[in-house]
């Protein structure tokens, strides 16, 4: 048999079956192997008659772990492609799939401890005994009667029976196992619903309804507060009526939580939920549900793609545009979008990927017919869109970041009972401290960056590596003192406590959100209109619902404008777009207000004429003419080293040995933006073909060459296929 290791090895290895071995062996079970010096368990791939290592080398499986495979076959040929179309490791790419319990030995289903009396213990109470212990006995004759029972069981009768309990497990008298817990089909039930879906929604239904049972990739691109979380609770509805099972994805953990109530207020039935603030234990247990069959609807993040949902109906990609869907940490690169994709062609369920602002590449593959579009062009309470305008901060007087039209803004519609949203995607107090005397700016030792002010805290922190240190008073260099330059969200947040001071605010960032609970916490004093501004990043621009916020401050909208990042226009444009639609979702008009200095920059100028779409048809034929994604394929790979030298040295070298076909370019090697992050050196090449097929042949030819690099051992270096982020 071939089996699976979580080891950075593209390949499977072979074991031997014992002959004397309880079980059948199939392809998903788990099994514990040797592996050099040590026990690793892995997963069965494959079984086979022969193999390549000599029979006298051919080592014998361990232990066989399963009674039935824990992944079945439609998932282990989904992990396969992934490790193919990756060009990673398929025992890395099933360690994302699986929960950490599981690969370290955990029973796949959920199971009771369970006690019942021995032969020996029967035939000792039938002889009297034990005499002289009447709680012993009891528990004896009590077990005899029930004809065993569970350990929780036991404790309802009796809270301290394992007192009881452990002379007779040391006379052999009673004895304990684990059993499955058998799952019971539950009935689901719709809850019901005032909401009335508009003409476009119920064409929307319809039209992925009339695809269940086949396969069909259906974008749903609905302006912010259009219902589209609607469409998703009615056509997974339709999916639950057939017998089937529901997946559905969000980008991000903050979204979760908001997404599942919406469910749970819908459906009475159960859910399961995997993200990765879930302990090691609650994602087994989220894991088990849906294995099980219990939970008809799984919701998680990015690698609740590989989850485990029998008789699936439909998958829903919410904010499918969002880079929180590739995974960028790590070695295997994979993005749950793409993947999710290929798993809906595979069982033959439609696919709903919905966004406000739908990435280039899926706008590509609808004007290439590949997918469907679905459009909710209003918003659902039949607001208007809210009206957006460009504050020039080249006329206009500003205070830390704040623009005085900005200002007089603010007043105004807090004068109206309105509620304000002022977004700022740079948290902490200052990006930079500065010594105005002799020009030191704080460093971060270990990257090519700053350190960012956080005041509050008295700390200076790098947001690329962590590093952390004393805020100081005076300059180190020539002892004058320092002051923070540029703004943050605490600095915003300290500005317009100033300037409304009997106004409450609250601030959204990662550095205010750091345990359970702290999200919520801040959505529901908005909800509830105890805080009349909110100040945030990124967190605030997707998924919430503040029906009193009339106005949003978009202050800096510069920062994407003149990137040489390629995707950085498509990036900026979404960001204003879904930060732009938390305004007037309620039956009052919307404001967006756009501070730059760059007011006739055309993309700018596009959004505010004719909105994402018309930026859209600007931006793919930009992409056309330079040959950019989706008129390409790209693949870099990226390296780090402790010297930039040994970083920029493999990759010469792994270019060098590379025979690339005429229809493949290879563009570097070139150092990062910032090539020293964190203490390493960073550096990569981009592979690029107009040809998606020839891309992938070159790498296969390419990767066992690069592997054989002696250089390769003095670095860190990992391949990403489509790539979002170019450094």
């Not at 005085?404 to 700022?424: K, M, N, S």
Request: glycine share 6%.
């Amino acid at each position: 048999m071939r089996v699976a290791l979580d080891v950075p090895l593209r390949r499977l290895f072979d074991y031997r079956v014992p002959a004397d071995a309880h079980r059948e062996l199939r392809p998903g079970m788990r099994v514990r192997v040797p592996f050099g010096r040590f026990r690793s368990i892995g997963l069965v791939m494959e079984t086979a008659d022969s193999s390549d290592v000599p029979p006298e080398k051919l080592k014998p499986v361990i232990e066989i772990l399963d009674s039935h495979p824990v992944m079945d076959a439609a998932a282990l040929e989904l992990v396969r492609w992934a490790a193919e179309y990756y060009h990673h490791a398929i025992g890395e790419v099933l360690a994302a799939a699986l929960p950490k319990a599981l690969r370290l030995g955990a029973a796949p289903t959920a199971t009771s401890e369970c006690w019942a009396v021995t032969a020996e213990g029967q035939a000792a109470f039938e002889r009297g005994e034990p005499r002289r212990a009447p709680r012993q006995r009891e528990l004896l004759s009590r077990l005899i009667e029930m004809g065993g029972a569970t350990a929780e069981r036991l404790a309802e009768l009796d809270p301290n029976w394992r007192a009881a309990a452990r002379p007779l497990v040391a006379r052999g008298w009673i004895a304990s196992s684990d059993e499955p817990e058998t799952v019971a089909e539950e009935p689901f039930r719709v809850l019901p619903s005032d909401l009335v879906p508009s003409a476009e929604q119920a064409a929307a239904i319809e039209a992925v309804c009339e695809s269940m049972g086949r396969f069909g990739v259906f974008v749903l691109h609905g302006s912010t507060g259009s219902g589209k979380t609607e469409v998703y609770l009615r056509t997974v509805e339709r999916a639950l009526a057939r017998g089937q099972r529901a997946l559905v994805l969000v980008p991000e953990i903050g979204l979760t939580p908001q997404l599942v109530g919406r469910f749970r207020a819908r459906f009475e039935t159960p859910i399961a939920v995997l993200h990765s603030g879930l302990t090691d234990h609650e994602r087994l247990v989220a894991w088990r549900d849906a294995y099980s069959g219990r939970a008809r609807i799984v919701i998680g993040t990015r690698s609740a793609v590989f989850a485990p949902v029998p008789d699936l109906g439909i998958i829903v990609v919410d904010e499918e545009h969002d880079a929180s869907f590739k995974q960028h940490e790590g070695g295997f690169h994979y993005s749950a979008r793409d993947v999710a994709v290929v798993r809906a062609r595979r069982a033959g369920v439609p696919v709903l990927l919905g966004s406000a602002t739908p990435a280039l590449e899926t706008l590509h593959n609808v004007i290439k017919g590949r997918y469907v579009r679905l459009t909710l062009p209003r918003r659902a309470t039949q607001a208007e869109p809210p009206r957006m305008s460009l504050i020039d901060l080249r006329t206009c007087a500003v205070r830390n970041g704040i623009s005085t039209p900005a200002v007089e803004a603010i007043q105004r519609h807090l004068r109206e009972d309105g509620q304000v949203l002022v977004f700022l995607n740079r948290r902490g107090y200052a990006p930079t401290l500065l010594c105005t005397a002799c020009g030191w700016i704080a460093p971060c030792r270990d990257c090519d960056a700053r350190l960012t002010v956080h005041r509050a805290a008295g700390r200076l922190r790098c947001h690329h590596c962590g590093a952390d240190a004393p805020l100081p008073e005076r300059c180190p260099q020539c002892g004058f003192g320092v002051k923070p330059v540029g703004q943050g969200t605490e600095r915003i947040e300290e500005t317009l406590a100033e300037l409304f001071p009997d106004v409450p605010l609250v601030r959204l960032d990662r550095d205010v959100v750091r345990r359970r609970g702290d999200m919520e916490a801040a959505m529901s004093r908005m909800a509830s209109g105890e805080a009349r501004i909110l100040v945030g990043t990124q967190m605030v621009t997707k998924g919430h619902d503040f029906p009193n916020v009339t106005l949003v401050v978009v202050l800096n909208a510069d920062q994407g404008l003149f990137s040489t990042d390629f995707r950085a226009p498509e990036r900026l444009a979404q960001t204003i777009v879904q930060v732009a639609g938390r305004a007037g979702r309620g039956t009052r008009p919307g404001e967006v207000l756009i501070q730059t200095e760059f007011p006739e920059h055309p993309l700018l100028r596009s959004l505010l004429t004719e909105g994402y779409e018309g930026f859209a048809r600007t931006a793919l034929a930009e992409r056309a003419q330079a040959s950019w994604p989706p008129y390409c394929r790209l693949a870099a790979v990226r390296t780090s080293a402790r010297n930039a030298q040994d970083a920029i040295t493999f990759l010469e070298e792994a270019r060098a040995v590379a025979q690339v076909p005429k229809n493949v370019r290879i563009l570097g090697p070139a150092p990062a933006a910032m090539a020293r992050r964190a203490g390493r050196y960073h550096a990569q090449l981009l592979v690029e073909s107009p040809d998606r097929t020839a891309l992938h042949r070159f790498l296969d030819a390419w990767l066992p060459q690069i592997e054989q690099l002696r250089s390769s051992r003095r670095v860190r270096w990992a391949l990403d296929v489509d790539p979002i982020e170019l450094f």
